[in-house]
């Protein structure tokens, strides 16, 4: 068997795009940088102590050391306090998420910014009052510069208390589930924007190529495809001389034997230029939202299906899972077949995946279909969304809107035990199918 090409050791382009996107995510990255800025802050105010005009020392109101002391040590327990107070119920704000909602659900409330800017308050706060209290005891402050680090401690101190009012408030609305619906919605939106006006469209005639003739190249590792960099690989293929053909995008799972691309050209064999090839895509142990449209339909889709458990029986939230499927899936469903971005760029170089408009589809709906086919309402809810849907999205994609209002028919009727209820179906399935016929 062919062994997978190994990786450079150097950091290529779309290392560095995953790392500067797994920043958002990482609850240690700003709380660290603001650390590291409020203890610059009080080696700065030791620094300039003496340097300080005596005109303009002589305006600042005299402060005596140990009251600044006090104030710092007060600063100090009180934040520490706080901070692993505030740490405590982000936690629990967490678990909870990843139960009642999803647990990838739970990067997208890593990354809030309220949350991550109250921490880096707190902990800035308490790395200020000890580095503070650290030159108090080298003797390295006096005079002018016990005033400035009082000043900057009271102005810290009212920061922190503003922040953490502002946190408990923001808190306690982001914990509720309708709230963490609106969060994955808005994202899932992004994602999904991003991917429809996307400048990829520059088609070409790829050539008639039989897989089996192309160089198979192998993922060598395990985890999900988290992006894919097509301006690089595209490079890449020019310089090398080949012929790309990606059988993987953003969200697929990949492992040692997985095919990532194929390729085609006198280099197709050699293994730096295989390795070459393999530095435009990134993989990680979890999905990531920024390059996969179909991810935040999934969880919206997974929430729904969580809330029509028997242990939940919640349809309302399930209904409310649809109807913001039903937005994302009108802005998709909005753009001609035509106007997604290409499977072939730069002149037919590469070929990509390209996720379909009912691709999103069935991901969207089959599965509240599968567990929500006894309930009524939910069956109702999700016909006339796509009722609605039909009478606005693109002509050429009113095939599978009419296959998917065909398969919850068919699954409710298979499931409902009451004939009043399968009438009810049989004609909101009637209802999509007439609106399709007369758009036709």
Same mark, same amino acid.
């Given at each position: 068997?062919?062994?997978?090409?190994?990786? %450079?050791?150097?950091?290529?382009?779309?290392?560095?795009?995953?790392?500067?996107?797994?920043?958002?995510?990482?609850?240690?990255?700003?709380?660290?940088?603001?650390?590291?800025?409020?203890?610059?802050?009080?080696?700065?105010?030791?620094?300039?102590?003496?340097?300080?005009?005596?005109?303009?020392?002589?305006?600042?109101?005299?402060?005596?050391?140990?009251?600044?002391?006090?104030?710092?040590?007060?600063?100090?327990?009180?934040?520490?306090?706080?901070?692993?107070?505030?740490?405590?119920?982000?936690?629990?704000?967490?678990?909870?998420?990843?139960?009642?909602?999803?647990?990838?659900?739970?990067?997208?409330?890593?990354?809030?910014?309220?949350?991550?800017?109250?921490?880096?308050?707190?902990?800035?706060?308490?790395?200020?009052?000890?580095?503070?209290?650290?030159?108090?005891?080298?003797?390295?402050?006096?005079?002018?510069?016990?005033?400035?680090?009082?000043?900057?401690?009271?102005?810290?101190?009212?920061?922190?208390?503003?922040?953490?009012?502002?946190?408990?408030?923001?808190?306690?609305?982001?914990?509720?589930?309708?709230?963490?619906?609106? %969060?994955?919605?808005?994202?899932?939106?992004?994602?999904?924007?991003?991917?429809?006006?996307?400048?990829?469209?520059?088609?070409?005639?790829?050539?008639?190529?039989?897989?089996?003739?192309?160089?198979?190249?192998?993922?060598?590792?395990?985890?999900?495809?988290?992006?894919?960099?097509?301006?690089?690989?595209?490079?890449?293929?020019?310089?090398?001389?080949?012929?790309?053909?990606?059988?993987?995008?953003?969200?697929?799972?990949?492992?040692?034997?997985?095919?990532?691309?194929?390729?085609?050209?006198?280099?197709?064999?050699?293994?730096?230029?295989?390795?070459?090839?393999?530095?435009?895509?990134?993989?990680?142990?979890?999905?990531?939202?920024?390059?996969?449209?179909?991810?935040?339909?999934?969880?919206?889709?997974?929430?729904?299906?969580?809330?029509?458990?028997?242990?939940?029986?919640?349809?309302?939230?399930?209904?409310?899972?649809?109807?913001?499927?039903?937005?994302?899936?009108?802005?998709?469903?909005?753009?001609?077949?035509?106007?997604?971005?290409?499977?072939?760029?730069?002149?037919?170089?590469?070929?990509?995946?390209?996720?379909?408009?009912?691709?999103?589809?069935?991901?969207?709906?089959?599965?509240?279909?599968?567990?929500?086919?006894?309930?009524?309402?939910?069956?109702?809810?999700?016909?006339?969304?796509?009722?609605?849907?039909?009478?606005?999205?693109?002509?050429?994609?009113?095939?599978?809107?009419?296959?998917?209002?065909?398969?919850?028919?068919?699954?409710?009727?298979?499931?409902?035990?009451?004939?009043?209820?399968?009438?009810?179906?049989?004609?909101?399935?009637?209802?999509?199918?007439?609106?399709?016929?007369?758009?036709?």
């Amino acid at each position: 068997m062919v062994k997978p090409p190994k990786r %450079k050791n150097h950091i290529p382009l779309t290392k560095l795009v995953k790392f500067a996107r797994d920043i958002r995510t990482a609850m240690w990255f700003r709380p660290s940088v603001c650390s590291l800025l409020a203890a610059m802050v009080a080696l700065v105010i030791a620094g300039i102590d003496q340097s300080i005009p005596e005109s303009t020392a002589r305006l600042l109101p005299v402060i005596d050391s140990e009251a600044a002391k006090d104030l710092l040590r007060l600063v100090a327990a009180g934040m520490l306090t706080v901070t692993t107070v505030t740490l405590s119920v982000t936690m629990l704000v967490l678990n909870l998420t990843a139960s009642q909602a999803s647990p990838r659900a739970v990067p997208e409330l890593m990354a809030d910014p309220v949350t991550q800017n109250a921490l880096s308050t707190f902990l800035a706060t308490f790395v200020f009052a000890v580095a503070a209290l650290g030159l108090f005891g080298f003797k390295a402050v006096s005079g002018t510069g016990v005033t400035l680090i009082f000043a900057v401690s009271v102005f810290l101190g009212a920061w922190a208390i503003r922040y953490l009012v502002q946190w408990m408030h923001h808190v306690a609305a982001s914990s509720k589930l309708s709230s963490i619906i609106v %969060k994955i919605y808005n994202q899932a939106e992004n994602c999904l924007g991003n991917y429809l006006s996307a400048d990829t469209r520059e088609s070409g005639d790829f050539p008639a190529l039989n897989d089996g003739d192309g160089e198979i190249i192998r993922a060598g590792e395990t985890g999900y495809v988290q992006l894919v960099n097509i301006e690089t690989l595209t490079q890449s293929a020019e310089t090398l001389g080949l012929v790309v053909k990606l059988h993987v995008s953003e969200g697929d799972f990949a492992h040692a034997a997985t095919t990532l691309m194929t390729a085609w050209g006198a280099k197709s064999a050699d293994r730096e230029a295989q390795a070459r090839l393999c530095r435009s895509i990134a993989i990680g142990s979890e999905r990531t939202p920024e390059d996969d449209p179909r991810l935040g339909i999934e969880i919206l889709a997974e929430i729904g299906c969580r809330a029509l458990s028997p242990g939940l029986n919640d349809p309302q939230t399930a209904i409310i899972c649809i109807n913001y499927l039903s937005a994302l899936l009108t802005h998709a469903g909005r753009v001609p077949k035509e106007e997604y971005p290409a499977s072939q760029v730069k002149g037919g170089r590469v070929e990509r995946v390209v996720v379909s408009f009912e691709q999103l589809l069935i991901r969207a709906f089959r599965p509240l279909v599968r567990d929500g086919g006894g309930q009524t309402e939910v069956i109702e809810r999700i016909l006339e969304v796509l009722a609605e849907m039909s009478r606005t999205v693109s002509i050429d994609h009113l095939d599978a809107l009419s296959n998917e209002a065909d398969h919850a028919a068919e699954m409710a009727c298979s499931k409902l035990p009451l004939a009043a209820d399968k009438e009810s179906i049989t004609q909101a399935a009637k209802a999509v199918s007439a609106t399709i016929r007369a758009r036709r």
